[in-house]
């Protein structure tokens, strides 16, 4: 089984780095794999010592993003979001009702949205061209958020700059937010996965969730929203020997 470099010190099969996105997400990912790799550096003992990266990277301490799965949860956090900044507030709400990527919200500009009945892009990550549907309530709000925006302004424009909000940034304010209304296991896949969870919760079609996420089977996508684990937790909760 090969292995790449993904960071000086750190090397993964591309399907064990496959099953880490999946499970982390990229930005928690990357994250997990510098801290790793900074163990590695201050003592050079741990090169040799961390037989598997993969295996060191799922092991205690290693937290699993999760979905927001109770309602009144996700109304806080738009509350929350909404104190800081209208900006905060609509990039939390295109999230949990497009399930765009981080990596493919933040670089969106009104004209991307303004009068559409759907967002037309190729993603960042599988380069596959995807048209995603705008649902009404979202339109509406997309109407008011950008009444005094040009065309060519970014949707999640920094306060320090002319360009678009950067991942870190967004994930500090999403985050900050999430840990003041108690929400647990909290990163940027977080709105991905949460609008996964209530789709499938809503619709109970997985093979439709499958498509619209790309994903090559049906567990992937259950494992990826956090439904196999919920089923798991129910499977035990009364068993006892």
């Known amino acids: 089984m090969e292995k790449k470099k993904v960071a000086e010190h750190v090397a993964l099969s591309e399907g064990e780095h496959l099953y880490l996105l999946q499970k982390y997400g990229e930005y928690e990912l990357k994250k997990k794999i510098d801290q790793l790799n900074q163990s590695k550096q201050r003592d050079s003992r741990r090169i040799e010592q961390i037989k598997s990266d993969f295996h060191?990277?799922?092991?205690?301490?290693?937290?699993?993003?999760?979905?927001?799965?109770?309602?009144?949860?996700?109304?806080?956090?738009?509350?929350?979001?909404?104190?800081?900044?209208?900006?905060?507030?609509?990039?939390?709400?295109?999230?949990?009702?497009?399930?765009?990527?981080?990596?493919?919200?933040?670089?969106?500009?009104?004209?991307?949205v303004r009068g559409k009945t759907h967002i037309i892009m190729k993603e960042t990550k599988t380069r596959k061209n995807k048209r995603f549907l705008i649902n009404m309530e979202l339109r509406n709000i997309i109407v008011a958020y950008t009444s005094e925006m040009s065309d060519e302004d970014y949707l999640f424009p920094s306060h320090k700059t002319d360009l678009p909000l950067q991942r870190v940034?967004?994930?500090?304010?999403?985050?900050?937010?999430?840990?003041?209304?108690?929400?647990?296991?909290?990163?940027?896949?977080?709105?991905?996965?949460?609008?996964?969870?209530?789709?499938?919760?809503?619709?109970?079609?997985?093979?439709?969730?499958?498509d619209i996420f790309n994903h090559s089977s049906p567990d992937i996508t259950l494992r990826y929203i956090g439904i196999?684990?919920?089923?798991?937790?129910?499977?035990?909760?009364?068993?006892?020997l």
Do not use: C
Not at 62 to 68: F, H, L, N
Not at 228 to 240: C, M
């Open 56 to 112: 060191a990277l799922i092991s205690k301490g290693m937290q699993t993003v999760q979905p927001i799965r109770e309602k009144h949860l996700i109304d806080a956090m738009k509350e929350k979001l909404r104190e800081t900044s209208e900006r905060n507030y609509f990039l939390f709400v295109m999230g949990m009702n497009t399930g765009l990527r981080i990596s493919d919200l933040l670089p969106l500009r009104v004209q991307d």
């Open 169 to 210: 940034q967004a994930y500090k304010v999403l985050n900050q937010a999430a840990n003041e209304v108690g929400i647990k296991d909290f990163g940027t896949h977080s709105m991905r996965k949460t609008f996964g969870f209530w789709h499938y919760t809503i619709n109970k079609n997985v093979a439709l969730l499958q």
């Open 228 to 240: 196999n684990q919920d089923i798991v937790d129910k499977s035990l909760e009364n068993f006892s």
